[in-house]
């Protein structure tokens, strides 16, 4: 598999379930996002990883909690949550946060699209 | 803080109308401007970008212009194909910071 790739790619869930969004990327980045794309609003950043070191956490609530094992993975774990967080769930990620010019090139995935009951 | 604003959409044409989405940007400094574009069922992709003033970005027939003076990066593509419909994110960021996203401009062209 190539790019940024995202599983599950649906997910429905009861609001006192635990589940996992998974993401891997194949492009030798080091650093990854998790963005919340709601309807009519800009996409909102959650969580930033470099070098599997979390480097930004956006006022996100703790019932999301990131994990980043490595470079090539990073896990949004998922815990009774409520209808409003209904959301495509976008992860993405860039070279690193060090030193860039031109830039910051983000690679997304296709995203999860998670329906809170 | 900085911010992007962009149309609201959403926009519907024609097959081979001109395309004009705008963007302006309210930041501190000359930041790096981006579109992105996410068609149906997938994520974002990087569409073009500029990173100085006068910039041009350009890619599969649309560009836009990097322009200080108005704080401006407007889309725009001469006759636009029924592929082109998609959500078109237009984008910002210092060097190696965070991407901050406008909110989106849904795109339609119709046969």
């Known amino acids: 598999e190539t790019g940024v790739t995202q599983t599950p790619r649906h997910l429905v869930m009861g609001m006192t379930n635990k589940k996992s969004l998974k993401c891997e990327q194949h492009?030798?980045?080091?650093?990854m996002y998790w963005y919340k794309q709601s309807a009519k609003k800009p996409l909102e950043l959650m969580f930033v990883?470099?070098?599997?070191?979390?480097?930004e956490n956006n006022s996100v609530p703790s019932r999301f909690s990131p994990e980043c094992p490595n470079s090539s993975h990073l896990f949004l774990h998922l815990h009774t949550l409520q209808p409003e967080d209904s959301a495509l769930y976008l992860c993405?990620?860039?070279?690193?946060?060090?030193?860039?010019?031109?830039?910051?090139?983000?690679?997304f995935g296709p995203g999860t699209r998670l329906t809170v009951l | 803080g900085n911010s992007v604003t962009q149309m609201e959409g959403p926009v519907t044409l024609s097959e081979e109308a001109f395309l004009t989405i705008n963007c302006t940007y309210t930041?501190?400094?000359?930041?790096?401007l981006f579109w992105y574009v996410q068609y149906p069922g997938e994520g974002l992709q990087l569409l073009l970008k500029?990173?100085?003033?006068?910039d041009k970005g350009s890619n599969k027939g649309f560009e836009a212009t990097y322009r200080k003076e108005t704080t401006s990066f407007h889309l725009e593509k001469g006759s636009v194909q029924v592929s082109d419909s998609a959500v078109y994110f237009c984008?910002?960021?210092?060097?190696?910071?965070?991407?901050?996203f406008g909110t989106g401009t849904r795109l339609t062209i119709i046969p």
């Open positions: 930041a501190t400094g000359y930041p790096s």
């Open positions: 492009l030798g980045h080091n650093a």
């Open positions: 984008a910002l960021s210092f060097g190696n910071e965070k991407l901050t």
């Open positions: 500029a990173t100085k003033a006068d």
């Open positions: 993405a990620s860039s070279q690193d946060l060090k030193g860039l010019a031109g830039g910051n090139e983000q690679f």
């Open positions: 990883y470099n070098f599997k070191e979390q480097t």
